[in-house]
């Protein structure tokens, strides 16, 4: 049996111009063959690349609309629901599904959140950057109440071309803003407040003030009478001793 090496050996020398010719054709075809398969490598990874920032930035230039509680800037301890397009391009059609239906300690007043049009007829057109804010609650009133602390929203709406987008699921957990520590931050609500205090105060010193004033001129009237009196009997008496 030949070996292996028996099977590799080859005389070169032994090659004629016709054998030379074959194997340079031979290699010519490995290394174009070789040289195709890096170009379409080449090509398939640069396609790849191409479409990732296309989409990239089909995605960069997508609405995107999110919805979120956060703090009132004027009502201390109030809460806000939000609705924004973070996005950079018109959002259409957006309409808010929420599970279960918004309850706030709000809506015994006649104002239900739920059955405000921004929820039931949804926002017909949202500028990129544009935001929507409505009076949700107050916390305290809230977890006195009882009322559901997580809410799961979502959100469907349409590119400014009109395309369907994938609706968003959110889920709004009011849970979490309780027993944090947080420093106590006066806005608004808080001055209104304090200026009410103190116009009480200036009416009621003012109140007091005209009191005394009253009091002291009835005392100082008084005392005129008796001093008139005091004087009118003296003179009296006199005139009688002469």
């Not at 300690?105 to 959140?113: I, K, R, S, V």
């Amino acid at each position: 049996m030949r070996t292996a090496n028996q099977l590799l050996a080859v005389d070169l020398r032994a090659w004629t111009p016709e054998d030379w010719s074959a194997a340079a054709t031979v290699a010519t075809a490995i290394f174009t063959i070789a040289t195709i398969g890096i170009a379409l490598a080449a090509a398939l990874y640069a396609k790849q690349q191409v479409d990732l920032a296309r989409e990239l930035r089909e995605e960069q230039a997508q609405p995107f609309v999110v919805v979120d509680f956060a703090d009132n800037p004027v009502m201390r301890q109030g809460i806000d629901f939000v609705v924004e397009n973070m996005g950079q391009t018109l959002a259409r059609n957006v309409k808010i599904s929420v599970d279960p239906p918004f309850a706030t300690t709000f809506d015994e007043y006649g104002y239900p959140l739920k059955d405000a049009p921004l929820i039931t007829d949804g926002i017909p057109s949202l500028p990129p950057r544009k935001r929507i804010t409505a009076l949700f609650d107050g916390a305290p009133e809230r977890r006195e109440a009882g009322l559901p602390m997580k809410y799961i929203a979502t959100v469907s709406f349409e590119d400014s071309r009109g395309r369907p987008q994938e609706p968003l699921t959110y889920i709004l957990d009011l849970s979490i803003r309780y027993n944090l520590l947080s420093p106590t931050e006066y806005g608004l609500s808080d001055a209104a407040e304090a200026l009410r205090d103190i116009s009480a105060t200036l009416k009621e010193t003012r109140s007091e003030l005209r009191g005394e004033f009253r009091r002291r001129r009835s005392e100082g009237e008084r005392r005129d009478a008796t001093a008139t009196r005091d004087s009118g009997s003296s003179d009296s008496g006199g005139t009688a001793a002469s």
